[in-house]
């Protein structure tokens, strides 16, 4: 795993416990008006359909209670940068889980109104210094939470490409959050000072071996917006196909930082 960078961006607690709530208060809305065929409907997560989709949404913002439910660990040995470099390890488990609760929880509306009831009162328990042990190492609650956010935010993404005319809103904060964690687990993996990375308005992180820029115009400059920078991150959209359609600019010849990506699956 790549080590975490010397100075970790921090995050405000309060607005990051705001933004999970609000993300998935927006996830609730648009389930709450999916038919069965939509339900059934495939999405770009390999075999899994719309409900198992939904279904994994839930389990995401579970995985609070189910870590919460362990004694805490006595020390944190993982930062929150170096949270997505870990989540391709237990992909299968993954799988088996998603699709045991999305056959179990036939009413994904109550479900998910549940995973909000028990979420809030977790929150109102348990200040965000509690260590948890999570599948990425032991961190603490108000850390953990950032990384709800990128869950949420990838995962409304996938809900809104599978179901034609859904357009489920991102919630700033949690867009921002998800936005500012990738960028920084950029900055981890390829350490430097050559290029520069923007994602207004919400991130810049400089990257990449070589000369480091210290005044006037960067001579390696990527810049995209916030969505397309989390699909590249995550592996929903390709690098080059990014390029071709315009949606991520490159100027520099260390520029390319398609090989870099992604980040997450």
Known sequence: MPP???RARSYDPA????????????????????????????????????????????????AVHRALSLPAPPTADVT??????????????????????AA??????????????????????????????????????DDYLVTRTVELVVHTDDLNAAVPGLEVPYDRQALA???????????????????????????VVQCVEGPRHTRGTPPNVVETDPLTWIRLATG???????????????GGERADIGGLLPLMS
């Open 4 to 6: 975490a960078k010397k």
């Open 15 to 62: 607005r990051t416990r705001a933004a999970v709530l609000a993300q998935l208060g927006n996830v609730q809305e648009a389930v709450r008006g999916l038919g069965p065929e939509q339900l059934a409907l495939p999405t770009r997560l390999g075999d899994w359909t719309v409900r198992e989709l939904v279904a994994h949404i839930g389990m995401a913002v579970t």
């Open 80 to 101: 929150v940068v170096q949270w997505p470099f870990a989540t391709a390890v237990n992909s299968a488990a993954i799988d088996e889980f998603t699709r045991t609760m």
């Open 104 to 141: 179990e929880h036939t009413d994904l509306d109550a479900h998910l109104a549940e995973v909000d009831r028990s979420l809030r009162e977790l929150l109102d328990t348990h200040p965000g210094t509690r260590l948890l042990q999570t599948s990425a190492g032991a961190m603490s609650l």
């Open 177 to 203: 959050a998800a936005t500012r964690l990738l960028a920084d687990a950029l900055a981890v993996k390829a350490p430097g000072g050559s290029t520069e990375v923007r994602v207004p308005p919400y991130a």
């Open 236 to 250: 929903r959209l390709a690098w080059k196909d990014a390029l071709e359609e315009a949606k991520v600019s490159a």
